[in-house]
């Protein structure tokens, strides 16, 4: 807990440093802040009305996200947000929280004795794929991975056949198509300049160039933020947002980098670590559906900034701006703390 309150006062000072203005820093505070409350009040529930109201809060999340095609506004060439008038709300990222908890649920309703087939898994797939095909015709390809892979972790983690698995990467690889036929141009773009950004240094090779240069330029002990050029004068796009990574290097160096991301490491085994006093599927399902959404977003984030993984748009959790996403992983944290509290009482 303390080490993610740590991730949000730096998110704080970065936000501020990169000089996106007022208002962004402003919220952020408020983010932090309202998502520490939340977390402490998510830890002091009761984790059987949670399981309870998983499914819920899942048909909840994704009629929020057919709702945005016809309620929702634009930005940055995609519709992803419905305006609340003070603030916005991405449904998309909580559905990386709502995905972990019906399927917790489902598995500790249907627990097998032997390994799950592909006949025991239609639901289960049908509740991760419906909305990864919503979050997509957004589009929102980053958010849409990560639910993907959450899914598909929490199902591989319960133990499954064979068969499924060679099932599984064949549909796949017949819906490649399809899902790439959802993607919008600049997407497909953005993804064919990651293997060679220097072919577009103007448009989609842009933002991955830029971020390599601004990670670069921190050397090994860092700027001062005066002296943070890329990011001080805007050649570095989404400072504060996707490439709050990049910032964050030019300012702190190779030393900053390595310190963060060992906080970030921290948190990930800190996370697992919580797999020793689980007492039901349940909350084994939601520590594992917890770290892999965290990590995978951490790895994405990072993996883009410094030009190993194509540029998707994931926030790195707990740092980047934005409240949706801020929020989201700090009811995943205080759904994790409230397993610890609970089984350390009963024992």
């Known amino acids: 807990f ?44 009761d984790l059987k009305l949670i399981k309870s109201y998983a499914f819920v809060f899942y048909v909840f999340v994704l009629l929020i996200l057919i709702v945005v095609f016809f309620i929702g506004f634009v930005g940055h060439g995609a519709k992803r947000w419905i305006s609340l008038g003070f603030f916005n709300i991405q449904p998309s990222e909580f559905m990386k929280l709502a995905i972990i908890l019906v399927l917790a649920a489902y598995f500790d309703e249907h627990i097998k004795s032997s390994k799950y087939n592909f006949n025991d898994l239609y639901l289960p797939l049908a509740l991760i794929l419906i909305p990864v095909a919503l979050i997509v015709k957004q589009p929102d390809l980053g958010t849409a991975l990560i639910v993907l892979i959450v899914g598909l972790g929490i199902i591989l983690s319960v133990g499954v056949k064979k068969t499924f698995l060679i099932k599984s990467i064949i549909f796949l690889l017949i819906a490649a198509p399809f899902f790439w036929s959802l993607l919008k141009s600049y997407q497909k773009e953005r993804l064919i300049a990651f293997i060679n950004p220097h072919l577009s240094p103007h448009t989609f090779g842009y933002h991955i160039i ?41 300012q702190w160096g190779f030393i900053g980098a390595l310190v963060l991301i060992g906080l970030c490491l921290f948190i990930i085994f800190r996370c697992l670590s919580f797999l020793n006093i689980a007492s039901s599927i349940f909350e084994k399902i939601v520590i594992i559906g ?58």
């Open 210 to 250: 830029q971020s390599e240069i601004a990670v670069g330029s921190g050397g090994i002990f860092g700027k001062t933020a005066a002296k943070a050029t890329q990011t001080v004068l805007n050649f570095l796009p989404e400072n504060h947002t996707d490439f709050i990574f990049a910032a964050f290097c030019e």
């Open 290 to 347: 917890v770290t892999i959404m965290l990590s995978v977003s951490m790895i994405f984030n990072i993996g883009m900034t410094i030009g190993l993984l194509p540029v998707v748009g994931v926030p790195l959790p707990f740092v980047s701006y934005g409240g949706s996403a801020v929020i989201t992983n700090f009811i995943a944290i205080g759904i994790l703390l409230n397993i610890k509290i609970k089984n350390q009482i009963y024992r």
């Open 2 to 45: 303390i080490a993610v309150c740590l991730l949000g006062v730096l998110s704080v000072f970065l936000i501020y440093s990169t000089g996106a203005g007022k208002v962004f820093y402003n919220k952020q505070i408020l983010w932090e802040s309202l998502g520490v409350i939340i977390c402490i009040f998510v830890a002091n529930m």
